[in-house]
């Protein structure tokens, strides 16, 4: 098993990396475990973006079951592309660091290289382009989607940026668009109060801007194999402290279901939505929970049947 610890690792597979596969098809590679080869999913099929997780996983489930393999280090089955599958691969997309964009439209290109050149020179960042960026496929209402490997006052830096007017807030107009596509359940007053204050989300040059501030060093004594896992649990859980990286890790006081008083809970995710969310905030949702040892209990919303019911941000 390949977990990632250093992003500039040759051979290693990193989150952000591009896969497409002979039908034309690009999948993402997503989180930090790969055992022996990229755990991906969709996210351009048939020239069509697949933005949710339920929708990748119909997907995969639909046309690309035999990806499916059981990670005991996740407790659930994952889309891996395995070196039995490996001749479905025609080309392997690195999301590398600072390797310039992809595509025909100069203008994203010009803003994207510019984004990461501030991201370098005034916070250490080195960072490389992913998505339409990476993929080629970079149209006019594209965001700039770039990966960065995490180091010291990282957080810092990303809110001198943003109170210098450098990066600026994501406006509410801007992301109306993409309500429905991206925020599930969410609450449209939830949303714009939460992408308001998000620094991995903003503006930058008068173009949309989302980074990913990559660390899995932090991750690794989560991981399973796992003594128990509930699947598809009605969750309530109350966020304890702060994250802005991925993977989102969340010390959190989880009030549904109850399990031991003593046993301490984490929420872990990665998805961008989910970074950045304030202490106290509770959430409402259906997911797995996944129990390690007899001291710690993790919270998954990035399986294929979650489903938020509400997110009450903290004041």
């Not at 309530?236 to 301490?264: A, G, H, M, N, Q």
Request: proline share 6%.
């Amino acid at each position: 098993m390949l977990i990632n610890t250093n992003c500039n690792s040759a051979g290693a597979y990193l989150e952000g990396d591009l896969l497409e596969l002979i039908d034309g098809s690009l999948w993402i590679v997503k989180g930090c475990v790969h055992p022996g080869a990229p755990i991906a999913v969709p996210r351009l099929v048939s020239g069509k973006k697949v933005k949710r997780v339920g929708e990748a996983f119909e997907i995969i489930a639909r046309y690309y079951s035999f990806f499916l393999r059981y990670v005991p280090e996740l407790g659930r089955e994952a889309p891996l592309i395995n070196p039995s599958w490996i001749k479905r691969v025609r080309r392997f997309l690195h999301f590398g660091i600072d390797v310039a964009p992809c595509g025909s439209n100069k203008r994203i290109k010009s803003v994207a290289m510019k984004l990461m050149e501030l991201l370098h020179k005034e916070c250490g960042l080195r960072c490389g382009p992913t998505g339409s960026l990476l993929g080629g496929y970079v149209g006019r209402e594209s965001d700039i989607d770039i990966n960065c490997v995490e180091r010291q006052s990282t957080l810092e830096c990303l809110q001198n940026l943003r109170a210098k007017g450098l990066l600026k807030p994501l406006p509410a107009e801007e992301f109306v668009k993409e309500l429905p596509l991206v925020s599930e359940t969410l609450s449209w007053d939830d949303m714009s109060k939460l992408v308001a204050h998000r620094l991995t989300q903003g503006i930058f040059k008068g173009l949309r801007y989302t980074l990913r501030i990559i660390n899995c060093n932090h991750v690794g004594e989560f991981l399973g194999p796992y003594t128990h896992v509930v699947r598809n649990a009605y969750i309530v859980f109350k966020i304890i402290d702060f994250d802005y990286r991925t993977p989102s890790i969340y010390k959190v006081e989880l009030l549904r279901p109850t399990l031991l008083p003593s046993r301490e809970a984490y929420f872990i995710t990665h998805r961008v939505r989910f970074t950045e969310l304030p202490p106290g905030s509770l959430i409402i949702a259906w997911g797995d929970v996944m129990l390690k040892g007899d001291n710690v209990a993790v919270v998954s919303l990035d399986t294929p049947n979650s489903r938020v019911e509400a997110l009450i941000l903290a004041p």
